[in-house]
């Protein structure tokens, strides 16, 4: 392999890894509904389900300051909407939290009985990329639907896409050495 061809398969490594490392997901919390209160008790649980909080990635809550809030308590709390434990009390919307630790994390909106009508959300962050759940499953049928969609603020996959080009990239970018 001629030094050219070498440096230049070193750059595109180079880039490909930088691809590869835009890893930390922005989650934006209940899609398009935001932190609301939700259509039922499930809304919060349904809309973390498919997804995988890693270290590094960031949840944002939107809400309008003072229609919400987001106390971040211990399970005890989160169980029964209490606030014997509370952790972090943040009150002015948005809220953008970044997920600086492995573990369980629980929120619940402190205003009024906004908890007890299941405006509460409990993730577990994993030492490892995040996922948006979206990526591998839902773009056929999504294309299907929707031949072009907009993108909205609620739209998270495109970094997890991103993230999956930079891996082909990646090694792509090696395949020279096997014909040498
Ligand atoms: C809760 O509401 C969401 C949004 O309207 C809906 O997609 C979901 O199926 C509902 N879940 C249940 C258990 O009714
Ligand atoms: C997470 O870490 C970043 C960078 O070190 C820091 O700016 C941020 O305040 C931390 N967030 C929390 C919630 O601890």
Not at 97 to 122: R, V, W
Not at 158 to 177: D, H
Request: with cysteine.
């Amino acid at each position: 392999m001629s030094k050219a061809s070498l440096i230049l398969m070193l750059l595109v490594a180079t880039i490909c890894t930088f691809l590869d490392s835009a890893t930390a997901l922005i989650h934006v919390v209940g899609g398009s509904n935001g932190w609301e209160i939700p259509p039922n008790n499930t809304f919060y649980a349904e809309w973390a389900k498919p997804r995988t909080f890693g270290l590094g990635d960031r949840l944002v809550f939107p809400y309008r300051t003072g229609a919400h809030n987001v106390l971040q308590v211990l399970e005890k709390d989160f169980e029964t909407c209490g606030n014997d434990n509370v952790i972090n009390h943040y009150f002015r919307g948005p809220t953008i939290i970044q997920l600086n630790t492995t573990g369980e994390y629980y929120f619940y909106s402190g205003i009024g009985t906004h908890c007890e009508a299941g405006q509460k959300l409990h993730i577990t962050v994993v030492n490892g990329p995040g996922s948006s759940g979206k990526f591998f499953h839902s773009t056929s049928e999504e294309m299907a639907l929707a031949p072009a969609p907009a993108p909205t603020l609620s739209d998270t996959s495109s970094a997890g896409e991103v993230r999956v080009l930079g891996k082909i990239c990646f090694a792509l970018s090696f395949l020279p050495w096997l014909f040498m």
